[in-house]
């Protein structure tokens, strides 16, 4: 069934890691014929009229990837920005849309205005998720032992006492936790099997449509160089890559082993020179093509951030998982459980535990016929065309 050309309105903050998981459904959907607009920040303005869709630029007071240190090292430091940065940015974005109200609502996980202002305009919303979801039980074994402290706290207190009073003033009959774990209908944009209690998830709300990957060649390709035997590709991600010492690190590692080769990301944090002069079979960029490195690589040291995660399940490459902070720690023992990469903590990371890490997961059939069985039944999940098809059903039911 043909679904009409409609106006999608996307929301997301200005992150790396929520705008490109789902920055392929939004090519996809333009391509179907939809008017698609995108709330950012001015910076991924550019990223997003790439694919064909409108950019409304907002202004946000979030930090950004070029300062991670500024979300701070509670709970709270991670969770007060958020509604701070929704309260200045509604009233933007309700403007910015007046005479211009989409037919459905897509937004990522930290666009708080999004629910409301779908709530507003009597739209449907449909969540698009870069990272694992609540199951049932959830609130009981994450949320309340979590949350409940902070909420004894001076400014836990006013933290809920101001979003419940937002919710409250915008006619939504929805408690804090609900608004922000509790979506209407979403999509999650990770393969099931990073999914902790993937069997407990409500699959109702929730529909897990894999990694949205597409044609990356504006990217670049990257080349092995010639006489390269086996390929390590390091990178700890866009933010928490301040690491020096790491990087050095992996250069020692593979320093006097044979048939080698190690591609090392180190981010915009840190200065070559400060990882002094390394061995000939190591080559170091602040940014490389991930996904054209992985076709071609052996092993892969990540941070197991969510993207970087399921690209090593979908390339089929061995990994060893050096978690930085939030969802990383989880996901690399999710990865080391499935059989395919070892979760070696930043503490331990030396020259010779990596090492011996990578050999081992690199060496290993075992782990090789895990990430075979793991890309299958990653195939089958549909990835960006069924996330397309199923934002177009929601569309449907709606008229």
């Keep these: 069934m043909t679904t009409r050309p409609?106006?999608?309105?996307?929301?997301?903050?200005?992150?790396?890691?929520?705008?490109?998981?789902?920055?392929?459904?939004?090519?996809?959907?333009?391509?179907?014929?939809?008017?698609?607009?995108?709330?950012?920040?001015?910076?991924?303005?550019?990223?997003?009229?790439?694919?064909?869709?409108?950019?409304?630029?907002?202004?946000?007071?979030?930090?950004?990837?070029?300062?991670?240190d500024a979300w701070g090292t509670e709970l709270i430091d991670n969770i007060e920005p958020f509604l701070a940065d929704a309260l200045q940015a509604e009233p933007q974005l309700a403007a910015a849309y007046a005479g211009d109200e989409p037919d459905l609502v897509l937004y990522d996980i930290t666009a708080y205005p999004a629910r409301v202002l779908a709530h507003r305009w009597g739209v449907p919303i449909v969540q698009l998720s870069p990272n694992l979801v609540a199951w049932e039980g959830y609130e009981e074994e994450v949320g309340k032992p979590l949350f409940e402290p902070l909420k004894q706290t001076p400014r836990g207190k006013a933290f809920y006492e101001t979003f419940a009073g937002w919710i409250a003033e915008n006619g939504m009959d929805l408690s804090v936790e609900d608004f922000m774990g509790r979506p209407d209908r979403c999509l999650v944009l990770i393969p099931r099997v990073l999914q902790p209690n993937a069997d407990r998830v409500d699959e109702r709300r929730y529909s897990f449509v894999g990694a949205c990957q597409g044609d990356r060649a504006a990217q670049g390709e990257w080349r092995?160089?010639?006489?390269?035997?086996?390929?390590?590709?390091v990178s700890l991600g866009s933010s928490f890559t301040k690491q020096p010492a790491f990087y050095r690190a992996c250069a020692e590692a593979f320093e006097?082993?044979?048939?080698?080769?190690?591609?090392?990301?180190?981010?915009?944090?840190?200065?070559?020179?400060?990882?002094?002069?390394?061995?000939?079979?190591?080559?170091?960029?602040?940014?490389?093509?991930?996904?054209?490195?992985?076709?071609?690589?052996?092993?892969?040291?990540?941070?197991?951030?969510?993207?970087?995660?399921?690209?090593?399940?979908?390339?089929?490459?061995?990994?060893?998982?050096?978690?930085?902070?939030?969802?990383?720690?989880?996901?690399?023992?999710?990865?080391?459980?499935?059989?395919?990469?070892?979760?070696?903590?930043?503490?331990?990371?030396?020259?010779?535990?990596?090492?011996?890490?990578?050999?081992?997961?690199?060496?290993?059939?075992?782990?090789?016929?895990?990430?075979?069985?793991?890309?299958?039944?990653?195939?089958?999940?549909?990835?960006?065309?069924?996330?397309?098809?199923?934002?177009?059903?929601?569309?449907?039911?709606?008229?």
């Design 224 to 233: 092995r160089p010639a006489g390269a035997g086996r390929v390590l590709l």
């Design 256 to 399: 006097d082993v044979p048939d080698w080769h190690v591609v090392l990301q180190i981010g915009k944090f840190v200065d070559p020179a400060e990882l002094g002069e390394l061995p000939g079979n190591v080559e170091v960029h602040p940014w490389v093509p991930q996904l054209s490195v992985l076709r071609q690589a052996d092993a892969f040291i990540t941070h197991a951030g969510a993207g970087g995660s399921q690209e090593g399940l979908a390339t089929g490459t061995p990994m060893v998982a050096v978690p930085q902070a939030v969802d990383q720690f989880g996901n690399a023992d999710m990865l080391q459980a499935l059989g395919v990469a070892r979760h070696l903590p930043m503490e331990e990371a030396t020259a010779a535990t990596l090492r011996e890490a990578v050999l081992a997961v690199a060496d290993d059939p075992e782990v090789v016929r895990r990430l075979r069985e793991i890309r299958e039944r990653m195939a089958e999940e549909g990835g960006t065309r069924r996330a397309a098809d199923l934002i177009e059903a929601e569309l449907r039911a709606r008229t």
């Design 6 to 68: 409609a106006h999608i309105a996307m929301f997301s903050i200005a992150a790396q890691g929520h705008v490109n998981p789902s920055i392929e459904v939004i090519r996809e959907l333009v391509a179907r014929g939809h008017r698609v607009t995108y709330a950012i920040p001015p910076a991924f303005a550019d990223r997003i009229a790439e694919t064909g869709a409108e950019p409304k630029p907002w202004n946000s007071t979030l930090p950004t990837d070029d300062d991670p």
